[in-house]
């Protein structure tokens, strides 16, 4: 059995984060977010390939991932010649898969039992399967309706008030049988959600629900990138180095934090960082691999990537730094600051 990890996105919400890294593998502590999906399709023996559909910087993610080497299953990229929206990268794929394959968006982050949705999708038939999952502002998505045996009815896009009859909205993850996916045309940019889907109502086909009340989380927004971290710390999402222990101070065995630097849990130091005398680390700081925080510098429920400075009694407050950044000293970034890679903040900047 295969599954397709849509991964060509361009991470426009994350700029400048993801002008030289790819959504997929913006880091989570020290990991590329993509092995976080991968560890749940693991989860289904059957599952023996993935398929990452790529489009944007294809070559950073083959580097990191190579053939899968090390990660139990067996990977491969296909390249959209352009980009081809969901249906449409889904169809180039999958467009010699027989069984029933499993899609993934690249930007989703869940806990879901993906054994479960596939038994009720072989139970039941279906020509497709999708995971919903409840949300408490529906009026800020696009809703999915069903009815009481779980069919899906309908899809609202962004329903105003007196529209609203669900809470449900789409999780993008899917089951999805390849004999449909001749309605998608090929090579030519197609939507998931509103063109292929609608085709399975439109023909009356099993088309079914998996109400998911779990853990869920886009991650394609900075305020949730950040939210994600905290998940994790906090025991909500449970993923290494926090499995079992939320709310720790995380220092890797190869960081040096000083004797008089405050460390606040939880928090998270990566191999390489040096933590000076005199620093201080609040809950929810994340600082990456090879980071120097220097004396009297304070970081404040922000994550500051790979190979940073941050310059004496700096304060850097909810924000989130690429690699490479500068910080000066005395200067100060406040929520919500976001710095794409190599940025030079001055001394005493205000951000």
Known sequence: MKAILLAGGKGTRLR???VHTPKPIVPIFNRPFLYYQIDLLKQVPEIDEVILSLNYQPRRIEEIFGDGDGLG?????????????????????????TESVVVFNGDVLTQVDLAAVLELHRSRKAKATIV????????????VETDRDGNILRFLEKP???EITCNTIN?????LEPDTFDRIPKDTAWSIERSFF???IERGETFLAYVYDGYWIDIGTPAKYLQVHRDIMDGLYNALPFSGQPNKQFIAPGARVEEG?????PCFVDDGAVIKAGAKLLPYSVVGRQTHVDEGAVIDGAIVWANGWIGREAVVKGSILGRNCHIGRNALLETPVVLGDKTVITDYSRL
Do not use: Q
């Open 261 to 265: 630097a405050e460390m606040h849990g």
């Open 132 to 143: 919903l999952t409840p949300v408490e502002n529906p009026r800020a998505y696009g809703l």
């Open 160 to 162: 105003g008030e007196d």
């Open 171 to 175: 999780a993008g993850i899917y089951v």
């Open 198 to 200: 609608p085709s399975l």
């Open 73 to 97: 299953v067996k990977l491969r990229y296909v390249v959209e010649p352009m980009p081809l929206g969901t249906a449409g990268a889904v169809r180039y794929a999958g467009d010699n898969l």
């Open 16 to 18: 400048p984060l993801t």
